[in-house]
């Protein structure tokens, strides 16, 4: 059975949506299990409530993440919206973000999704006013944040993250979990989570072996070097730098272009199916194991005295 079949088995259909739409009536969704929580619960590992966790992560409030797909191009777009904290994610915003991806799943005039950041930010990673509220619940918010991003990582679109001003730890993972990453040509990327005493909570230690290779893993998460959009281009972070020509407001809709012109340009069935048998290929048992180490270890930090110092001295990562 293809991933697409999986994903759709037993999920109640949405119908095109072309306005800008907030799914907090979709919470119900969530009780399908996912691809990791199926996996988990096959490899006998303990399984997260991610039900629970959800609720949990509700009461942080602050922000939205917005989602808008185009039933003409096939093209979303998920946007990240606390401007006044750079889109850094509070726990409603994880919420949100899971929901939305469980409407994805079921778009079947989907073909590609645009991640983008309002107001020229992509992502300044998490919400530092929720931080520090939930030092208690590293572990289980990590679970909730894997699920999600996989869920992501494995739509049967073909994904993009627009990186725009600041995309800095929990934001350098989102865009790991995008298929490719296009960058301003002054924006600015870098995994600075061990600058906050933190080893990566959102499953980029993953991702970024799979994508780029232990050594080069190894190398962004210890520096924890800020990219300028040359460097990370030329690293291969990055597939495509946005012309300096361009305004903050213009690149969204290049950037949409883009993916059109380059990966959504034929049938949405097989656009679907290509991205479907791909995540197939990739799907396997040590995917889970992974994620389910690198949450452990970040749980041993979280909370810790390293994370609360970092906290106390309101760093900026420049
Ligand atoms: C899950 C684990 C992780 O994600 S660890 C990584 C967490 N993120 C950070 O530590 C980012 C810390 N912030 C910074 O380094 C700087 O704000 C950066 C992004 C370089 C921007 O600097 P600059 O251009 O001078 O702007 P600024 O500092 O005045 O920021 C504007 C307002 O945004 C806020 N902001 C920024 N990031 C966050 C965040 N992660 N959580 C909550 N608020 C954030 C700033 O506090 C500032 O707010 P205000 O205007 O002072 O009220």
């Known amino acids: 059975m293809l991933m697409m ?27 399908v299990p996912s691809m990791l929580t199926a996996r988990l619960m096959s490899s006998g590992a303990s399984q997260p409530d991610l039900l629970a966790i ?4 509700e009461k942080f409030e602050g922000g939205s993440v917005d989602l808008e797909m185009d039933d003409h191009s096939g093209i979303a777009v998920m946007m990240l919206n606390n401007p006044k904290r750079l889109n850094s994610l509070t726990g409603k915003m994880m919420v949100d973000m899971a929901n939305h991806i469980t409407a994805l799943e079921n778009w079947s005039l989907g073909k590609g999704l645009v991640l983008v950041g309002a107001s020229g930010n992509f992502c ?31 739509l049967p679109l073909v994904s993009v993250a627009l ?46 072996v799979r ?40 690149e969204l809709s290049v950037c949409k272009d883009w993916l059109a012109t380059n990966y959504c340009k034929h049938d949405a069935n097989l656009t679907q199916a290509v991205k479907a048998s791909i995540v197939q290929c990739d799907l396997s048992g040590d995917l889970v194991d992974s994620l389910r180490n690198e949450r452990q270890v970040f749980g041993k930090f979280w909370g810790g005295p390293a994370q609360k110092a970092a906290l106390e001295a309101k760093i900026k990562h420049k």
């Open 5 to 31: 079949d999986l994903l759709k088995a037993g999920m109640p259909a949405i119908s095109g949506i072309t306005s800008l739409l907030r799914f907090t009536a979709l919470k119900n969704l969530l009780s």
């Open 54 to 57: 959800r609720d949990e992560l």
């Open 124 to 154: 300044s990673g998490g919400d530092l006013t929720f931080v520090r509220k939930a030092l208690h619940y590293g572990e289980e918010m990590a679970a909730f944040q894997h699920d999600t991003l996989t869920r992501l990582l494995n």
């Open 163 to 208: 990186l725009q001003g600041h995309t800095l730890g929990g934001g350098a993972e989102l865009s790991t979990a995008c298929d490719f990453r296009v960058m301003s040509s002054s924006a600015r990327l870098g995994f600075v989570q061990i600058r906050m005493g933190l080893t990566t909570g959102w499953g980029a230690t993953t991702r970024l």
């Open 211 to 250: 994508l780029f290779g232990r050594q080069k893993a190894l190398a962004y998460l210890t520096s924890a070097k800020v990219f300028s959009a040359e460097e990370a281009e030329k690293e291969g972070l990055v597939d495509h730098v946005l012309s300096y020509a361009l305004q903050p407001e213009e």
